[in-house]
């Protein structure tokens, strides 16, 4: 089975130093220069499709621009690229979410993937108007997801429940081809869920050791529930042509946080409910010190964002093995960001795909034989990135 690798809208804003965001990071700290407009992130989504990205992560919260509605403007500047839309369950109906993704396939022909996020800050649920705690919300998303994917296979549901009910709910048009739904949580009652409900159990970027541990109980889960998952994780990537170069950049992406931002940030992720959260910032303590916790997988994005906190950082060549390394264990779709979005699209399509490819790990969902045929003329006022040997 070939790798498939999907890039990273940062509809929060972009920039050259780590933006921050999500699981409660303090609006400002770590800020984007470049703003969430159409006209940027459509670059990044025509880059990503032309590289050979299958897909783009578009993720949820108050800290970033509506994923549904930032997507679906993006259909209309790409043709093939794919849009992994995260979104929460209990933040809108069952029966209203099953349409949408129906109306999505139809007007994008097949290009949504779905991302489902229970959210782990009680605090931004409750500025939606979600009171349930942590435990609750798993506990709806798993009725929520029952509801949908029987409306998503044509019946008509009738379901009553501890969190949501819906009487004579119908489809009048199925979607084709029917969006598959990604899912993480490292949580006891996030497992179980994911396990039922999930065609692609995700995990953030910890050491393999970590992640083989978390894939086999995943496995296990799954055995007994009957079912056989795919898997995916999430990392930011720094890819250069030499490891000097790759780690140069790390430590000037380092050298751009303050000590401010630093307490800033990790007072906040503290307070976060999610497990993975805790699992991510048990990886650096919240010190600039002892950073690569695992070869070429560095725990410096982590300090100041939210969420995925850890960076492939190596020569291409590097990149490329820690990644034949993590499917070793299991992982075939990997969801890669970088900062800036555009410009390290660019770096790992142009120089870790084409190694994964000779190797026989990957090809261009295209068919075609190499990742820059050709560079897509820019439309938002930023250069095309050179291809990486040119640098």
Known sequence: MTLTFHWFLPTNGDSRDIVG?????????????????????????????????????????AWCEDAWLSTAMLTEVTERLKFLVAFRPGLLAPT???????????????????NVVTGGESQEQRAYGDFLDKDARYA?????????????????????????????????????PVPPVYFGGSSSAALPVAVRHSDVYLTWGEPPALVADKLERVRALAAGAGRELR????????????????WAQAQRLLDGVSEADIRAVQEGLRRSESEGQRRMLDLHGGS???LEIAP?????????????????????????????????????????SGYPHLEEAYWFGEGVLPILRDRGLWRHPDGRPGTADHVDVPFAGVPAPQPAGAR
């Open 21 to 61: 965001g999500g699981h409660g990071v303090p609006t400002g700290a770590a800020g984007g220069a470049r703003p969430a407009s159409v006209a940027y992130l459509g670059q990044i989504a025509r880059s990503a499709e032309q590289l050979g990205f299958v897909g783009a992560l578009t993720p949820t919260g």
């Open 140 to 176: 709806r998303a798993d009725e929520f997801l029952h509801v949908v994917r029987a409306l998503w296979r044509g019946e008509t549901v009738d379901h009553d429940g501890a969190h949501v009910r819906v009487e004579q709910a119908r489809l009048h048009r199925l979607p084709d």
């Open 96 to 114: 209203l979410a099953a349409q949408m993704a129906s109306t999505f396939q139809r007007l994008s022909r097949g290009r949504l993937l779905l």
């Open 296 to 336: 070429n997988l560095w725990a410096g994005v982590g300090l100041v964002r939210g969420g995925a906190g850890t960076a492939l950082v190596g020569s291409h060549a590097e990149v490329a093995d820690r990644i034949a390394e993590y499917h070793a264990l299991g992982i075939d779709e990997f969801i890669l």
């Open 288 to 290: 600039r010190d002892g």
């Open 231 to 246: 898997f995916g994780i999430r990392l930011h990537v720094i890819a250069r042509d030499t490891t000097e170069q790759a």
